[in-house]
């Protein structure tokens, strides 16, 4: 049953991750593309730990704090750039 | 592992899926940015939430010890979460330079394209700007 689930998971997991694709082409300003960036990366977290249930391991957490980390740093940086016009003054 | 964790392992894992295909397709198919920056912030992290709950049940079955990995993510998706939206709405108010904002109201403008009568009376006038 976990199986069946997790197989669900990775569809609609990956089905979210298009969308996102599309919009951070499609998106017309700057900022739905760092939005569509930041949605990504919540969606590959997600991805990761559906992995680490499926091979029974817990290694991939430590990968999904730091993306969870680095996603975070990286759309505050995009938005201060732009904000701003420089990230640390 | 007994049959009624697998089944909330299976059902929390089928929610939270359910609510991330949710909010990416809110990215999709709303009009503008401000009401499209509701879906993943608000559906996505509840989805990721979901998950990561289904993933501390999972090894609680299988391994008999509740990890803390898990919590860890939660608590910091949680919390970053708002603090993003916020700086991504507000990137987007400056780069479109307020139009289409309703008036305040009130004796001053918006906040953060100008500061209120006090805080400028009190601050030096080259600070007027931080943020």
Redesign the interface.
Known sequence: ??A???L??Y???S???L??L??LFAGP????R???V??MV??V??LI??Y??DR?T?VY??A??LL??FG?IS??AF??F??RGDIIE | MPFVLELAVSLLIVIGAVFMLVGSLGMVKLPDLMSRLHAPTKATTLGVGGALIASMLYFLGTDGALSIHEVLITFFLFLTAPVTAHLVAKAHLHAQGGAGLPPTGGGCGWSTFESTPETAASESPSSHNKG
Request: hydrophobic letters at 65%; one cysteine or more.
């Open positions: 049953m976990i069946n689930a997790l669900f998971g569809f609609a997991v089905v979210a991750l969308f996102n599309w919009r300003s700057v900022m739905d760092v939005l569509a930041d949605t919540i969606n977290i997600a730990i559906l680490g249930i029974h817990s957490f430590e999904a704090l969870a980390m975070f759309t505050v938005c201060r732009v904000l």
